[in-house]
């Protein structure tokens, strides 16, 4: 067991192995004990999820596909377009944002792996379908390789369905997740936590750095146990929007953190933004699974945007920051996860 702390220096014993581990895990045959775990605790793992050969052909296309690309990408920790920022690892620290909305001129191969053997797949869709008793709406992925550092937060409050707690994300390991590779990490119980009783519940993105002061401060209080579990290649730790989780502090020299998230909602529900705005989520139907593309790079008029956020950054976000700040009474900070 190792000791090592989240961005808000909360110490979190990190488990080096399985046997270290004391999660409690399931197959896919046990959805519905999975689901009361999951309602309790806020998260639930599933073992040996995503077979091992999709891992290792996703991370093979990775470093063909992405690695390679000398252009700019949508980016997690920032919302913006960024070439690659590698490490001295040649890890890629700017995780991708939305794989799903990725230009095939570019990226055909690798977006389209993934949605059939990730998103698509039948195991994971069954759980989500099993959680929700709809079929699963993905609205938003990630690809992590290098660990960024994610402060303590709920997804809630950046993207949630519209009957508000309902969101449930995974992160799918596509490699052995070392103790200090930058371990994800979940706040279990905080779920539970009446959000709406938080004075910065509809101003979110003007208090930010409030509104989630006072949500962990109530987790402490409550003695809620932070748990950083063991993920083998292939396994998936699902959370509820609610729950409060993040990456921890940790960067190995050795190990890097291949990983995909997605955020999903059942089909019937709206897709709402900073817990007022509903957003539009047209669809294409995998089979298993919806999939909304935001600003798929598909379509003439997001390469436009791209194409002037990439190239006159200033105006845009001049733009961009003002129109949320009057339209939606909000100050916009970048998002994490």
């Given at each position: 067991?190792?000791?090592?702390?989240?961005?808000?220096?909360?110490?979190?014993?990190?488990?080096?192995?399985?046997?270290?581990?004391?999660?409690?895990?399931?197959?896919?045959?046990?959805?519905?004990?999975?689901?009361?775990?999951?309602?309790?605790?806020?998260?639930?793992?599933?073992?040996?999820?995503?077979?091992?050969?999709?891992?290792?052909?996703?991370?093979?296309?990775?470093?063909?596909?992405?690695?390679?690309y000398?252009?700019?990408?949508?980016?997690?920790?920032?919302?913006?377009?960024?070439?690659?920022?590698?490490?001295e690892?040649?890890?890629?620290?700017?995780?991708?944002?939305?794989?799903?909305?990725?230009?095939?001129k570019?990226?055909?191969?690798?977006?389209?792996?993934?949605?059939?053997?990730?998103?698509?797949?039948?195991?994971?869709?069954?759980?989500?379908?099993?959680?929700?008793?709809?079929?699963?709406?993905?609205?938003?992925?990630?690809?992590?390789?290098?660990?960024?550092?994610?402060?303590?937060?709920?997804?809630?409050?950046?993207?949630?369905?519209?009957?508000?707690?309902?969101?449930?994300?995974?992160?799918?390991?596509?490699?052995?997740i070392?103790?200090?590779?930058?371990?994800?990490?979940?706040?279990?119980?905080?779920?539970?936590?009446?959000?709406?009783k938080?004075?910065?519940?509809?101003?979110?993105?003007?208090?930010?750095?409030?509104?989630?002061?006072?949500?962990?401060?109530?987790s402490n209080?409550?003695?809620?146990?932070?748990?950083?579990?063991?993920?083998?290649?292939?396994?998936?730790?699902?959370?509820?929007?609610?729950?409060?989780?993040?990456?921890?502090?940790?960067?190995?020299?050795?190990?890097?953190?291949?990983?995909?998230?997605?955020?999903?909602?059942?089909?019937?529900?709206?897709?709402?933004?900073w817990?007022?705005?509903?957003?539009?989520?047209?669809?294409?139907?995998?089979?298993?699974?919806?999939?909304?593309?935001?600003?798929?790079?598909?379509?003439?008029?997001?390469?436009?945007?791209?194409?002037?956020?990439?190239?006159?950054?200033?105006?845009?976000?001049?733009?961009?920051?003002?129109?949320?700040?009057?339209?939606?009474?909000?100050?916009?900070?970048?998002?994490?996860?």
């Amino acid at each position: 067991m190792k000791t090592f702390f989240t961005k808000s220096r909360l110490e979190v014993n990190v488990p080096e192995n399985l046997d270290e581990d004391n999660s409690q895990r399931f197959n896919v045959t046990e959805i519905e004990k999975a689901k009361e775990y999951y309602n309790k605790n806020g998260y639930v793992i599933f073992n040996n999820l995503i077979k091992e050969k999709y891992c290792d052909t996703i991370r093979s296309h990775w470093d063909t596909y992405v690695k390679n690309y000398k252009g700019k990408i949508y980016r997690q920790t920032s919302g913006k377009t960024e070439k690659n920022n590698f490490n001295e690892n040649n890890w890629i620290m700017n995780p991708i944002l939305n794989i799903q909305s990725l230009n095939s001129k570019h990226f055909k191969i690798f977006k389209e792996y993934i949605e059939n053997n990730v998103f698509n797949n039948i195991s994971l869709s069954s759980i989500l379908n099993g959680f929700f008793n709809k079929k699963p709406k993905i609205i938003q992925s990630m690809y992590f390789e290098g660990n960024c550092v994610t402060n303590e937060h709920q997804d809630t409050y950046f993207l949630d369905s519209n009957k508000v707690g309902t969101l449930t994300a995974a992160w799918i390991a596509l490699e052995e997740i070392k103790a200090d590779a930058g371990r994800f990490f979940v706040i279990s119980g905080s779920h539970q936590i009446d959000i709406k009783k938080n004075k910065f519940y509809n101003n979110i993105l003007s208090n930010h750095n409030r509104y989630i002061q006072e949500i962990i401060s109530i987790s402490n209080s409550m003695d809620l146990e932070i748990k950083a579990p063991y993920l083998n290649k292939g396994d998936v730790l699902f959370w509820n929007s609610k729950t409060i989780h993040g990456s921890l502090d940790s960067q190995s020299k050795t190990n890097s953190r291949s990983s995909i998230t997605i955020h999903a909602i059942p089909e019937n529900h709206e897709h709402l933004q900073w817990h007022k705005n509903l957003i539009k989520t047209p669809s294409d139907d995998l089979g298993n699974v919806l999939i909304y593309r935001k600003k798929d790079q598909n379509i003439l008029k997001n390469r436009f945007i791209f194409f002037i956020e990439s190239y006159f950054p200033g105006f845009f976000y001049w733009f961009k920051n003002n129109y949320i700040r009057i339209v939606h009474k909000q100050t916009y900070h970048k998002q994490s996860n």
